[in-house]
């Protein structure tokens, strides 16, 4: 191939893939890729911070000559490290240590963006929902407090349906993953939405309604309601998928998921 392709063309993607098609898989690895983004995660025992750090590297190394054969750079300013472990012993000793990269030295990350989901250390979601409505709260009270201020010409329908579709996205995105995280860090979505539907409908903050009446007027579902209904479409649509890798990520069953799965983590990863 003597040329590139433009950047968001049709082709380019399907050329893309068949490029790195035969990317190696390390040994003990597991590779994530989703255009060119890419994610390698390795499982060591616990506590072995210098076995960890061995495993990653190597297996970096791998990839890293197979990119250098076809002539991809890695962007080595991009690079993060994150350790994902329940052990306390294994985290502090993350915070002091440093990993040596290409031509760059890397410390590791509490917390990582991934395809637009913040991964912290535990897998709490706390930072990824904290973000969620710090980008919310700018848009909902500054690009479009606007439309939301009370007491304006646009109609309290038109309000909830400029929620639902630019702000409520936002909070919900990637909830598949976060459905089960701590109510104490889920609750702030809710009271998040509440505020919104208060703004909408003019009710002022010192002004009692209760919130099951007040999503009755907005004729729109709690949080939690609508959560749990993207996520169970969402595990349905992959069982039925033809592709194997997106029809074994697993059946969903509500009661199971909110009340009997846990994170589970065994090893440091």
């Known amino acids: 191939m003597n040329a590139g392709v433009p950047q968001g063309s049709l082709l380019a993607p399907h050329l893309f ?10 040994k003990g690895a597991k590779l994530s890729l989703f255009a060119d983004d890419t994610a390698l995660a390795v499982e060591v025992n616990w506590k072995n911070l210098k076995l960890a750090k061995k495993k990653v590297l190597s297996s970096l190394d791998l990839i890293v000559r197979f990119f250098d054969k076809w002539n991809i750079k890695i962007n080595e300013s991009k690079t993060k490290f994150i350790m994902f472990s329940k052990s306390r012993v ?12 290409g031509n760059s030295i890397s410390k590791w990350e509490k917390s990582v963006k991934y395809l637009g989901i913040n991964l912290d250390q535990k897998l709490l979601f706390k930072d990824h929902i904290n973000k969620s409505l710090t980008i919310a709260k700018s ?4 690009t479009l407090y ?11 329908h038109q309000k909830v349906h400029l929620y639902k579709t630019v702000i409520r996205p936002i909070l919900t995105y990637g909830c598949q993953v976060f459905n089960n995280c701590a109510k104490s860090h889920f609750n702030k979505l809710q009271i998040f939405q509440n505020k919104m539907l208060r703004l909408c409908f003019n009710i002022n903050w010192d002004d009692f309604i209760n919130n099951e009446k ?9 949080i939690r309601e609508f959560v749990n209904k993207l996520t169970s479409r969402f595990y349905d ?4 998928h033809d592709n194997n890798l997106i ?3 697993g059946n969903y069953d509500h009661e199971t998921f909110m009340n009997g ?4 983590l065994p090893l440091a990863v």
């Open 237 to 240: 649509d992959c069982h039925s």
């Open 139 to 142: 848009i909902a009270f500054s």
């Open 261 to 264: 799965f846990k994170h589970r």
């Open 146 to 156: 606007c439309f939301f201020k009370k007491n304006n010409v646009v109609k309290e």
């Open 17 to 26: 893939n068949i490029f790195i098609n035969d990317i190696p898989i390390p």
């Open 247 to 249: 029809s074994n990520l």
């Open 90 to 101: 294994m985290l502090n000793r993350t915070e002091v240590d440093q990993i040596n990269f």
């Open 214 to 222: 007040l999503h009755e007027l907005a004729n729109i579902p709690t």
